[in-house]
């Protein structure tokens, strides 16, 4: 008797086990997909005669999300999430994507990748992303920033 409670009792933290998981995923996925919102903000340009002579394309490597250096642990909507790496990628046929590595709860860790078209005006990039909304991002140096919902996604050169 005590064995068959014990083994409900394993199958029963196992099934919960599994249902958080499932549900950090989406939830993370969302956190990523900056380009999601269709309020984003967009930093400040410092430099605006600079940034615009900028040419934006290249891959910048993701250095901080919401302040904190990669990799780091961020909260969300009161939820904690590991981000251990990313990439943006601006190319010149007016397209970019972005890939984030990044560990749920559950610790498996999991790849987001998005895409999106842009269009440049001076320093600010408008990104529409694919089955999503847009958000825009500032050039300044070999920096891009991206504010989605007042968390600042930092990317560099």
Not at 15 to 42: E, N
Not at 98 to 108: L, N
Request: glycine share 10%; hydrophobic share 35%.
């Amino acid at each position: 008797m005590k064995s068959k409670q014990n083994e409900l009792n394993g199958e029963q933290r196992q099934a919960t086990r599994h249902l958080l998981q499932l549900c950090w995923l989406p939830l993370f996925m969302v956190l990523i997909c900056a380009g999601c919102k269709q309020d984003a903000k967009v930093a400040a340009d410092s430099n605006p005669k600079a940034a615009a002579d900028s040419n934006p394309v290249g891959t910048y490597a993701l250095e901080s999300v919401a302040g904190n250096k990669v990799p780091c642990t961020v909260q969300h909507e009161g939820h904690a999430l590991g981000v251990q790496s990313g990439s943006f990628t601006i190319k010149a046929d007016g397209t970019c994507s972005t890939k984030t590595v990044f560990v749920p709860p559950s610790g498996t860790e999991a790849t987001r990748e998005v895409s999106a078209t842009y269009t440049k005006e001076g320093s600010r990039l408008t990104m529409q992303w694919q089955g999503a909304g847009t958000t825009t991002g500032t050039m300044e140096g070999s920096t891009f920033t991206m504010d989605n919902e007042g968390m600042l996604f930092v990317y560099r050169k």
